[in-house]
């Protein structure tokens, strides 16, 4: 398991025990994690961003307090926000990792998830690729748009 996977997993396990938010110095994790700071600074904002259902508020000063905290939104107007910033041509990776993350949320179930990875595959997707990742999130933007 990669370090970033690591300090994800123990930032939600802290969230876990606090309920809806997490507040901890930035150099005090990385000095548990025997990282440098930036490290926290990336896992924050690439694990923990409004996209994926988090606040951050960053403090200076004292070591960079950190606050996390979960977002609860509805089902419906978390897939809005995820097909109004969906970009217009996803890459199939990019397609995986909004999949993975409506699946991880709960706003998808396991079977939809696998459908649509299926059906936003490069595999059946069999065109060029400026036409294949303009389809692909067509598709996923209308089965989204279904759902709500």
Request: a neutral charge; proline letters at 2%; aromatic letters at 8%.
């Amino acid at each position: 398991m990669k370090l970033s996977e690591v300090i994800e997993q123990y930032i939600k396990e802290m969230m876990s025990d606090t309920e809806d938010f997490v507040e901890f110095g930035r150099n005090d994790l990385a000095q548990y994690f025997n990282c440098v700071p930036s490290q926290i600074n990336y896992v924050i904002s690439t694990r923990f961003n409004p996209e994926k259902g988090y606040y951050v508020e960053s403090r200076r000063g004292g070591g960079g307090n950190i606050r996390i905290k979960r977002v609860s939104i509805s089902k419906d107007k978390y897939l809005m926000h995820i097909i109004n910033s969906m970009e217009s041509d996803l890459s199939q990776h990019e397609a995986e990792i909004i999949i993975n993350n409506l699946r991880e949320y709960d706003v998808i179930s396991i079977h939809e998830a696998k459908l649509l990875m299926v059906a936003t595959n490069d595999k059946v997707l069999n065109l060029p690729k400026e036409y294949r990742d303009q389809v692909r999130t067509r598709i996923l933007k209308n089965v989204l748009v279904n759902l709500i």
